[in-house]
Every structure is written in C-alpha cells, then in structure tokens.
C-alpha cells in the first residue's frame, strides 16, 4: 500500500504545473568550483527527478552580490557559465518528467558553519549582527539594499528567460532577509527597521514587489520563511497567529505566491489550542498555498543528526500523519530533505511498498554527490 497515496495528486498554480506534490527540499552541496555546476550535479538532480518527485528545488545560489555567498563552491545563478549550466540541469530534470526552482540565496553576516578554518568572506548584513549581540557582516547602507533588491530581481529575471517557472528566495533559517525580520538582527531606523514584524517585512516585501514587476503576474514567487535559526533553534520571531499575519500580510500584498514553511518536524503545533503546524497556520491566515517540510519519513531531525551524529532512521508512522495532515487541507506541497540525499529512489520505494529498502540517513551521504 502506497502510505503517501493521497499526495499524488497534480497541482497547479499560474505557470507553475506539477505531477504530484513531492518536493525535493533545497540543499547546499558545495559541488560547484567557482560558483559553476559540474555535470555530477546535473546528474544528481535528474536522479532525484527519476526518483519521482513533481518538483525540486534547488540548492542555495548565489546571487549577482559578491557577499550572497560565504564559500566559492556554492553555485551562482548570474554569469553565462553558471547561467548555461543551470539551464542545461533544468533540461535534464524535465525530460526525467519534474520540475525545477532555483532557489537565491544570500547568507547576510553569517559565516558558513561548515567550513570554519576558510578565510572569512567580506560579507554584509542589516546591522552588523547575526545573533543577539553576536557580530556578523558589515552594516548594509540604504544603497547596499537597493542594489541587494536589483540582484535579485536580475535573478528572478534571468530565471524566467532560461525557462524555470517559479523561483524562490531563502528567506528563512537566520540568512539575510531573516535577518531583517528578526528584532535581534535589525536594530535599523527608517524604511527597514522597525518595532514590529510587520514593519521588519518590508525589505521582503521590497524585493517581491520588485521581482514581480521583473518577471510578469504569470511566474511563480515562492519565498521560505521559518521561526527558527541556525544557531538559534528554539526562536519564535511570532509568537501569536496575529503576529505572523502581520508578518505575511505585506509579504502576500507585495506578490509572494508560495510559502515554503521550514520546520523541523512536521508535526508539532505552532501554536497553542491547535494541532495546526507551521504551513498549516501560513496557508490559514493567507489564503496562499504552502509547502511543509521537516523529519518527513525520518525518526530524528536535522539537528539531531548534526549534535548526535550516526544514522537516522525510515519513520513510517509519520507518513500516515503527513496525509491526514495533507488530506485536511492543511497544505498543499510536501518537501523531503535528507530522505532523497540518502536514498534518489526513496519515493519510488515507498510507492511501491518497498519500505525495507529505505536507506537510512548519515552525514556520511554529503561525502559524494550521488
Ligand atoms: C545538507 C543540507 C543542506 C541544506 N541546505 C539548505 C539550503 O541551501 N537552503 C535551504 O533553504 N535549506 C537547506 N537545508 C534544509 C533542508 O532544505 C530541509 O528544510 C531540512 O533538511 C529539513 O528537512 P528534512 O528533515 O526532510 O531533512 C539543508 C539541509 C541539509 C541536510
């Protein structure tokens, strides 16, 4: 019995069309030198495509800022090489039957944790802080903003002339437009500071707008957002549903389609009195569809995985969880993360009944790009 049966229903939004509705969750590889894709990345992500998901995101890019990104082998979305190379990735993985969305990332102040010992990148972020008073970048000027919204438009431009349908920026797990969100790293006056989340949204709301009128009504905007950032686990910038309304109402004006709702595990609460997570709550008070990710097929979380090493481990109960979720209503996409790196035919398995094939997953999968 396929325990995800529920899912494998198509979905469409403006231009954005898809088989079902797995995701392949965005995740840094490290795998191109210069910001180039090699051809083993192509082949990795049209593995995952074979593998049976309707749509892949794809890992962090950086953007055309030399501070978007704190390591050289992060691919770059802006330049004819990474730009043809990526062009050629989208081909691969729709002639295997998926889709793809760049996802553009810029790290704001934050130095990579996976590499301590490279020198620090000259990087830059909305008031020189990553943390509460933990120092982190140099402090953008308004013209840095200005400029920072210009890259990404170019970006999203670019994403749409090369073929993609929807683009999304990270916006989530303490990286630059987080930082703008959280009070802890945005002590700015004017334009983007300000007390409330509503007021910290706007340099978010900024960029939409921007890239909106860049890319036509047709293409598809995803934005992913969480609570939670690296290095700061348990923080809830909204700690109310009407604090996270006023957070996304400005983000939705401005044009944002899809929210991709990082979580670490799918299943907890967001907030009291209701069992509704994360995604749930974002597609409640917007009316947007939304992705859930977080632990889907998985007995441990991500940073369980960091902290306590070894493997983790298929856990199938939740996937029965995840449809009565789905078929609730409570979102609309569903993102798998380390599942798919450990294992390109998790899906197809799990289709199929073959549980007890599931690779469990180890950081030792990040060694080789399989
Ligand atoms: C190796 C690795 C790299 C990641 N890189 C990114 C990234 O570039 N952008 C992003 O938004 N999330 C990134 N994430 C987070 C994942 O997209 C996902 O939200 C997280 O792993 C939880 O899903 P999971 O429990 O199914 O693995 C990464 C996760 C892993 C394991």
């Excluded at 920072?148 to 970006?155: E, F």
């Excluded at 670019?158 to 989530?172: K, M, P, S, T, V």
């Excluded at 509503?198 to 036509?216: K, T």
């Excluded at 306590?308 to 993102?335: I, K, M, N, T």
Aim: glycine residues 10%.
């Amino acid at each position: 019995m396929n325990l995800l049966h529920a899912l494998e229903q198509p979905f469409r939004y403006k231009s954005l069309h898809l088989k079902n509705r797995f995701v392949m969750s965005p995740m840094t590889r490290y795998s191109a030198p210069m910001g180039i894709p090699t051809d083993d990345v192509a082949a990795y992500y049209r593995r995952r495509a074979e593998g049976g998901v309707g749509l892949i995101i794809t890992e962090g890019l950086g953007i055309d800022r030399t501070a978007s990104r704190a390591i050289s082998t992060v691919p770059n979305f802006y330049g004819e090489e990474p730009l043809g190379a990526w062009k050629r990735i989208l081909d691969g993985v729709q002639l295997a039957g998926a889709t793809m969305a760049p996802q553009f990332w810029h790290v704001g102040g934050v130095p990579d944790f996976n590499f301590p010992d490279e020198p620090p990148a000259a990087l830059e972020s909305p008031s020189g802080l990553i943390g509460p008073n933990v120092a982190g970048g140099r402090l953008m000027t308004e013209e840095d903003v200005a400029d920072v919204i210009s890259s990404y438009c170019r970006a999203a431009a670019d994403a749409r002339r090369l073929g993609f349908n929807a683009a999304e920026i990270h916006a989530a797990h303490g990286y630059l437009v987080d930082q703008f969100f959280w009070s802890e790293t945005n002590r700015r006056n004017g334009r983007y500071g300000g007390a409330t989340l509503r007021e910290r949204a706007r340099f978010g709301a900024d960029i939409y707008r921007a890239m909106r009128s860049a890319v036509g009504d047709d293409f598809v905007l995803m934005m992913r957002i969480s609570q939670w950032k690296t290095g700061f686990y348990n923080v809830r910038m909204a700690s109310t549903p009407s604090e996270l309304e006023g957070w996304l109402e400005p983000l939705v004006d401005a044009g944002v389609d899809i929210f991709d709702c990082s979580q670490r595990r799918f299943w907890e609460p967001e907030f009291e009195g209701s069992d509704l997570n994360f995604a749930g709550w974002v597609k409640k008070l917007t009316g947007q569809p939304t992705i859930t990710v977080g632990s889907v097929g998985l007995d441990r979380d991500l940073f369980a995985d960091v902290e306590q090493g070894g493997e983790s481990h298929p856990h199938l109960a939740s996937l029965r969880e995840l449809s009565r979720r789905y078929e609730r209503g409570d979102f609309d996409l569903v993102a798998m993360g380390r599942v798919l790196l450990a294992d390109p035919e998790w899906l197809n398995k799990v289709r199929t009944d073959r549980c007890d094939e599931l690779i469990p997953y180890s950081s030792k999968v990040l060694e080789t790009l399989f």
